[in-house]
């Protein structure tokens, strides 16, 4: 079988941070970027003194998980996890533009997500109840990332509208600050603030950054099929498996000693464990395999292979 005769991927390329998936319609419009437009391309947390801004343009990454332990159930529900995170050259944009209403107004090329249950507005009522200075905004949402794949991607917007919203407000909000509103919001969302590979502990709030200057390839392959992730941890709940593989210390040494044989031998995501592998999984490890991926592991009927050119 050949992928590029499949109807539910696109043609695999093995290239440089190359990105395999069925993508979303683009805006119909290509938003119009003024010359004075203020353009922060990664999450940094910074201090901005003074700075009038009326709109911001930002990418949003997304991120991946190279493992992910589930270590328990917390009371609230939440699930203590062990995993590291790297962000990964695919984008959602983002156009925030002050406006004279009193509320957030969101266009996007993603119909479903253009009501007040997206977590961009629920950030953006969280800001408004504390800092009254907030006036209404525009937000143009180019959805890149698909969604229900284990990329983050509505957390990794959720964690850009914030930081744009601190600068484009000149709200000030301290590392601490913006990472607590962060966690109110979703588990996923403290570690998108990271443009950078990190560890994290807890329900994920819990950062420790790792310093890397390895460079690899990745192939991210999503077929027309999605998971519910309530069901995953359901099930890993049900099984009640604590002895798992504690592969996230190797996988932050082998980040540090940028050594790919490594990473590549501790790449572990428990979802793999519960999940029932459908026939195109297997067909498309197939031919991963005759490509001459050094390693592969699905999640979230999402496959993630990794190159070494």
Same mark, same amino acid.
């Given at each position: 079988?050949?992928?590029?005769?499949?109807?539910?991927?696109?043609?695999?390329?093995?290239?440089?941070?190359?990105?395999?998936?069925?993508?979303?319609?683009?805006?119909?419009?290509?938003?119009?970027?003024?010359?004075?437009?203020?353009?922060?391309?990664?999450?940094?947390?910074?201090?901005?003194?003074?700075?009038?801004?009326?709109?911001?343009?930002?990418?949003?990454?997304?991120?991946?998980?190279?493992?992910?332990?589930?270590?328990?159930?917390?009371?609230?529900?939440?699930?203590?996890?062990?995993?590291?995170?790297?962000?990964?050259?695919?984008?959602?944009?983002?156009?925030?533009?002050?406006?004279?209403?009193?509320?957030?107004?969101?266009?996007?090329?993603?119909?479903?997500?253009?009501?007040?249950?997206?977590?961009?507005?629920?950030?953006?009522?969280?800001?408004?109840?504390?800092?009254?200075?907030?006036?209404?905004?525009?937000?143009?949402?180019?959805?890149?990332?698909?969604?229900?794949?284990?990329?983050?991607?509505?957390?990794?917007?959720?964690?850009?509208?914030?930081?744009?919203?601190?600068?484009?407000? #000149?709200?000030?909000?301290?590392?601490? =600050? /913006? @990472? !607590?509103?962060?966690?109110?919001? $979703? +588990?996923?969302?403290?570690?998108?603030?990271?443009?950078?590979?990190?560890?994290?502990?807890?329900?994920?709030?819990?950062?420790?950054?790792?310093?890397?200057?390895?460079?690899?390839?990745?192939?991210?392959?999503?077929?027309?099929?999605?998971?519910?992730?309530?069901?995953?941890?359901?099930?890993?709940?049900?099984?009640?498996?604590?002895?798992?593989?504690?592969?996230?210390?190797?996988?932050?040494?082998?980040?540090?000693?940028?050594?790919?044989?490594?990473?590549?031998?501790?790449?572990?995501?428990?979802?793999?464990?519960?999940? #029932?592998?459908?026939?195109?999984?297997? =067909? /498309? @490890? !197939?031919?991963?395999?005759?490509? $001459? +991926?050094?390693?592969?592991?699905?999640?979230?009927?999402?496959?993630?292979?990794?190159?070494?050119?």
């Amino acid at each position: 079988m050949s992928l590029k005769n499949n109807s539910h991927l696109a043609s695999l390329k093995l290239a440089r941070n190359a990105v395999t998936y069925n993508g979303y319609a683009p805006l119909p419009f290509e938003p119009i970027l003024p010359s004075n437009i203020t353009i922060l391309f990664q999450t940094k947390f910074e201090s901005w003194k003074g700075i009038k801004m009326e709109q911001i343009y930002i990418k949003a990454r997304a991120k991946i998980n190279l493992n992910l332990e589930v270590v328990g159930i917390r009371e609230d529900n939440y699930h203590n996890i062990r995993s590291v995170f790297q962000k990964i050259n695919l984008y959602d944009e983002l156009y925030i533009r002050k406006t004279e209403m009193n509320d957030l107004e969101l266009q996007t090329n993603i119909e479903e997500l253009n009501n007040k249950e997206n977590i961009i507005y629920k950030a953006y009522r969280k800001l408004k109840e504390k800092y009254k200075n907030i006036t209404g905004v525009r937000v143009i949402l180019n959805k890149k990332i698909p969604m229900q794949a284990g990329l983050a991607g509505g957390s990794t917007d959720c964690a850009s509208f914030l930081l744009g919203m601190n600068r484009l407000f #000149d709200l000030r909000l301290s590392k601490t =600050e /913006i @990472k !607590k509103i962060g966690e109110s919001l $979703g +588990a996923d969302v403290v570690p998108c603030f990271y443009n950078r590979a990190v560890k994290g502990e807890g329900i994920g709030e819990i950062i420790t950054p790792i310093h890397t200057h390895l460079k690899y390839y990745l192939v991210i392959i999503k077929p027309q099929i999605s998971c519910n992730t309530k069901e995953i941890f359901r099930k890993i709940d049900e099984r009640n498996d604590t002895i798992q593989p504690n592969n996230s210390d190797k996988i932050v040494q082998a980040l540090e000693q940028n050594r790919l044989d490594l990473l590549v031998n501790h790449l572990y995501n428990i979802f793999e464990t519960v999940i #029932d592998e459908k026939e195109i999984i297997q =067909e /498309i @490890k !197939k031919e991963i395999r005759n490509q $001459g +991926a050094i390693r592969k592991f699905n999640d979230w009927y999402r496959l993630l292979c990794v190159w070494d050119f």
